[in-house]
């Protein structure tokens, strides 16, 4: 599974851009918000990838920033939200944003982005709920989806394509990180994870 690419950027356009990583060019789709912010042709871009495969193609997903990454992740645990959709929710609307509008339980906002009707964005509203609340410190300020380093983030997606909820994926690896610290490699910390799942 791919986790991050880093590159020279040889083609970008909205609905797609390509990485060029020693010779081989990665088709990545991205959001209106990542491709906004990419530098121009032939630089060097650096992106948080989500890999999603399915029976007839393996697909990239690419982020600038982790909280993206997360939020897209979130997303596509709502029932009806595919991956294409969650790159079209957050061109339209930043993971902050997508919060503040959860915790409000304001959907209009979402109602006003292409592909979201009235029942996906009251699907939104219920199923991240919770989701978003577990995630916010006691004194109501949220804290980074998830949290911790790109390997903590890396075993966190892996969790959830593996079929595990975010609350149970966040529970395991904090219980593995308490048992045996902050710098354990990416394989330890997904076996043991996986071990407190079981």
């Known amino acids: 599974m791919i986790g991050y690419l880093e590159g020279k950027l040889r083609d970008k356009s909205p609905e797609y851009i390509i990485v060029d990583v020693q010779g081989v060019g990665y088709m990545v ?12 042709l032939g630089q060097t871009v650096s992106l948080n ?18 909280a993206e ?32 509008v959860v915790m409000q339980q304001n959907p209009a906002r979402l109602r006003n982005i292409p592909g979201v009707g009235k029942k996906i964005a009251e699907r939104i509203m219920l199923e991240l709920r919770d989701k978003l609340k577990a995630k916010e410190t006691g004194d109501g300020t949220a804290i980074p989806l998830p949290v911790g380093s790109d390997v903590y ?19 395991a690896l904090n219980k593995a990180r308490q048992q045996f610290g902050d710098s354990l490699p990416l394989e330890k910390l997904l076996k043991e994870s996986l071990r407190f799942l079981a």
Do not use: C
């Open 29 to 40: 789709q991205v959001p209106l918000s990542t491709f906004y912010d990419l530098p121009d």
């Open 69 to 100: 990454r997360e939020m897209f992740l979130l997303l596509t645990t709502v029932n009806g939200v595919g991956p294409r959709l969650a790159v079209n929710i957050l061109s339209g609307i930043s993971p902050d944003d997508i919060r503040m």
């Open 49 to 66: 990838i989500h890999t999603h495969v399915r029976e007839d193609a393996i697909l990239l997903y690419g982020f600038r920033t982790a």
């Open 153 to 171: 983030s890396d075993a966190f997606s892996a969790l959830l394509n593996l079929g595990y909820r975010p609350a149970e994926a966040e529970k």
